[in-house]
């Protein structure tokens, strides 16, 4: 797939998710299943493999199964124990 962006970036920021994972068959953590080749204007292009468990994971995730090196859309908070619209 190509995307292109057509002016100056200073960040990419992409939201993704792996389908299907082999960690739990006994598969390591970090294998690679991807990789985002960036091209720049000039013709110089960076590569960044994405690997399972470290920058991409599964959903739902079990305890303490998060991606190691993603960052989370929102911090961790807690549900309103005593108000709120619970219908």
């Given amino acids: 797939m190509t995307i292109t962006v057509g002016k100056t970036a200073t960040h990419l920021i992409f939201a993704h ?20 080749v960036v091209r720049l204007s000039g013709g110089t292009e ?7 468990r470290l ?3 599964i959903l739902p995730i079990g305890w303490g199964q998060w991606p190691i090196l993603a960052v989370p859309d929102h911090p961790d908070d807690t549900m309103e124990r005593w108000q709120g619209s619970w219908g």
């Avoid at 792996?18 to 991807?34: D, F, Q, R």
């Avoid at 960076?46 to 399972?52: E, G, H, K, S, V």
């Fill in 46 to 52: 960076a590569a960044f493999p994405i690997r399972d």
């Fill in 55 to 57: 920058e991409i994971g």
């Fill in 17 to 36: 998710r792996l389908l299907e994972s082999n960690i739990p068959t006994g598969k390591p953590v970090g294998e690679p299943c991807a990789e985002y």
